[in-house]
């Protein structure tokens, strides 16, 4: 299990460019649609592999029959750090060994090719919290794409009352000294070094 990228949910893609652009002090890039949740987003490249994206649901797509992933449609307010997604090599494996992450999904956007273990209800473990699993399908990949930005994690805090609980789930797939994990009300916090400093999203 490999972090992959974080992701910012916002009620439209404008609220969510104009918050973390304000935050970092730095350019989202045009990112696509996602047909199958009648979603879309923005993006940024960080260093070391990983990006962020900011997602909303797309008002000209028509709403599917199932839940949106990242729990979109009970989303409101202001945009915020949402959810933190993690890269497989099996997604059938990580699904067989915690059926909680979801049933995998089949996607695609451009030639991009993947599969997402999401939630029948949309909604991640410990009040989405625990990471989406998601597992590349050839070698594309958005990061590759995506002009530099000079900003990078520097760390990913998750907080939720059973932090530890959290963490002990997760201890033997994810190894990453990036990722902490706090006892307190559910969040998630990104400190991300950028040319214009630290900066903080959550």
């Known amino acids: 299990m490999r972090l992959d990228h974080l992701a910012v949910a916002a009620e439209s893609l404008e609220a ?10 730095l350019r989202l890039e045009a990112g696509g649609r ?9 993006l940024l490249g960080l260093d070391q592999g990983l990006y962020l994206e900011v997602i909303a649901i797309d008002p000209d797509a028509p709403a599917p029959a199932h ?14 750090l949402q959810a933190w997604i993690c890269a497989v090599d099996d997604l059938e494996a990580a699904v067989a060994d915690d059926p909680r992450a979801g049933v995998p999904v089949t996607l695609a956007r451009g030639d991009l090719r993947w599969r ?5 209800d949309g909604v991640l473990p410990w009040d989405n919290r625990f990471p989406a699993l998601i597992e590349w ?9 995506l002009s530099p930005s000079g900003a990078r994690l520097e760390r990913l805090v998750v907080v939720h009352p059973e932090a530890m609980d959290l963490q002990a789930s997760l201890a033997q797939a994810l190894r990453d000294p990036r990722v902490e994990f706090e006892a307190g009300a559910s969040m998630l916090r990104a400190e991300i070094a950028t040319p214009h400093g630290l900066r903080v999203l959550q």
């Open 67 to 80: 839940p949106r992933w990242f729990d979109l449609d009970r989303f409101s307010g202001r945009p915020c």
């Open 116 to 120: 997402m273990a999401v939630p029948r």
């Open 16 to 25: 969510g460019r104009a918050w973390v652009e304000d935050r970092l002090g």
């Open 34 to 42: 996602h047909d199958h949740f009648g979603t879309h987003n923005l």
């Open 137 to 145: 399908r050839g070698a594309a990949h958005p990061a590759q794409r």
